[in-house]
């Protein structure tokens, strides 16, 4: 590399995982374009981290089926663009240097340890991380470990190079997070990118994570604004389609439920009801930086503390788990069946129509969840209890403890808040901006960058079964026995397909 010569970079890891390859490629290609067609520098990932968020456990043959579609996939940049180049990152490269662990602020720590679990929250739908078993401390050491060095190799190389832009997978995870410090600390402009609905929607960003509350109001009053004269009729398309489960920018979670149905034992209460909307919280529990002003309360401890209040006087209550809670760790799945002898628990599989238990309710009581969105577009008043995506949206009684909630139901200081916020996220998912132009979304599990397709060959793909199968079993996921047929389908083929 030039010294005097400036370019841009990419980290080109998680290859083995579509789309997450063809988003990179596409996305690159955008910064690339952008920026005067400077030199792009692909680093990928050859072997050289202890864990990561696609291959865990380490294995060699998902390793394989990475290095051979990141090869691929960076030929067809090549073809395109043909200012580029590829190094690769071998694992002596991060691991043959001592690093000094003093040389890391506690922010730094703090941001590498959340990615770390976020990564492994992900994998096993876990929040609290005391629970790991010795299997999972070792992975949580070796990509913690990872971390750390992949933050310093990328250190010392922004120190001998001039480097513009760095492109990195969503910024969340612990392959990512360290390359978001890096950056920040060598004032090297970061741009984040993903995908919604299994790659149908590409998403991006420029020194903020996504998952950032600014980012989510900012994006949605841009959008917003300019679509104004037409956001009433774009909130009433995306209200209808979540109340007929068609999915817009999401999973349809709900189409399982039966339209209008409520279980009887809830239609059988006599006092007002309540209803309270959880969610699997593990993503926004290990945000950072982004969330760091926000204290997220432990969901169930805070319904215990409802129940048992004085508000039990005056209403009735009702926990409504979400669908896709139905793969939580099953410690904490545990932990709502214990509920379940409290109070009424509608557990994931439930029929009853989330819409007509908002309609049926007097109020709702929300963490976390867009459920808070539709509840408030229904004019149904709701309290919320600390952060979510959509607090800067005004459609929410915000408060930031329990016993807040308690005090402002229980003497009616809540009300019903303006639609117009409801209405502002709804245009911003209906005629949200993002798009690569090199990028295509086939079909569900299959995509391409350049019009060109990046799989793996089959006898990689074989070759992989055994390590994956593994990975499965030990997360406890029996979804691979219950979808056997896409997952087969997706090994002959070579797609990514996702169970709605």
Not at 97 to 107: L, M, P, Q, R, T
Not at 192 to 208: H, I, R
Not at 285 to 293: E, P, V
Request: overall charge positive; proline content about 2%; hydrophobic content about 35%.
């Amino acid at each position: 590399m030039t010294k005097n010569k400036s370019f841009n970079i990419s980290y080109l890891n998680l290859a083995a995982q579509s789309p997450s390859l063809e988003l990179n490629l596409a996305f690159s290609e955008k910064i690339h374009l952008e920026n005067n067609r400077d030199k792009h520098v692909f680093f990928m990932c050859d072997r050289a981290l202890k864990s990561c968020s696609v291959n865990v456990f380490n294995k060699k043959s998902i390793c394989n089926i990475c290095t051979h579609k990141a090869k691929k996939g960076f030929k067809e940049f090549k073809k395109r663009n043909p200012k580029s180049e590829l190094i690769h990152i071998k694992r002596s490269d991060l691991f043959n240097k001592e690093i000094n662990y003093n040389n890391f602020s506690d922010d730094q720590n703090n941001e590498f340890l959340l990615g770390v679990h976020s990564t492994i929250g992900s994998q096993l739908r876990l929040e609290n991380m005391d629970l790991l078993n010795n299997r999972w401390k070792k992975v949580k050491e070796r990509m913690l470990e990872s971390s750390y060095a992949l933050y310093s190799y990328f250190d010392s190389f922004f120190t001998t190079n001039k480097v513009n832009n760095f492109v990195i997978f969503n910024g969340r995870l612990s392959c990512g997070r360290p390359l978001i410090e890096v950056s920040k600390k060598n004032s090297v402009n970061f741009h984040l990118f993903d995908a919604a609905l299994n790659g149908k929607v590409p998403m991006y960003s420029t020194n903020e994570m996504f998952h950032s509350i600014e980012f989510e109001k900012r994006n949605s009053l841009i959008t917003y604004l300019k679509w104004f004269k037409d956001s009433r009729s774009l909130a009433e398309q995306y209200f209808y389609t979540k109340i007929n489960r068609v999915e817009v920018d999401d999973f349809a979670y709900t189409k399982n439920q039966i339209s209008g149905h409520i279980d009887e034992t809830i239609k059988e209460l006599k006092k007002p009801l309540i209803s309270i909307f959880v969610s699997s919280d593990d993503e926004y529990r290990f945000i950072g930086l982004d969330w760091g002003d926000y204290y997220i309360l432990d969901q169930i401890d805070s319904i215990r503390k409802l129940i048992n209040s004085k508000l039990s006087e005056k209403f009735d209550f009702v926990v409504k788990m979400h669908p896709n809670q139905k793969n939580i760790h099953k410690s904490i799945m545990e932990r709502y069946k214990l509920l379940a002898n409290e109070v009424n628990v509608l557990f994931p599989e439930s029929y009853t129509d989330s819409y007509a238990l908002i309609k049926h309710s007097e109020l709702i009581v929300n963490f976390c969840s867009s459920i808070s969105r539709e509840a408030n577009y229904m004019r149904k008043p709701v309290v919320q209890i600390g952060p979510s995506l959509y607090m800067k949206f005004l459609i929410a009684n915000l408060v930031d403890s329990t016993d807040e909630a308690i005090d402002l139901i229980y003497h009616k200081k809540y009300k019903i808040m303006p639609i117009r916020g409801s209405i502002i996220s709804f245009t911003y998912e209906m005629k949200s901006s993002f798009a690569l132009k090199a990028y295509d979304f086939i079909e569900d599990g299959v995509y391409t960058y350049g019009g060109k397709s990046c799989r793996a060959p089959l006898y990689l793909r074989l070759i992989a079964v055994p390590a994956k199968l593994y990975v499965h079993i030990i997360k406890g996921n029996l979804d691979i026995l219950y979808n056997f047929g896409m997952y087969l389908r997706n090994l002959i083929f070579g797609q990514t397909k996702v169970k709605r």
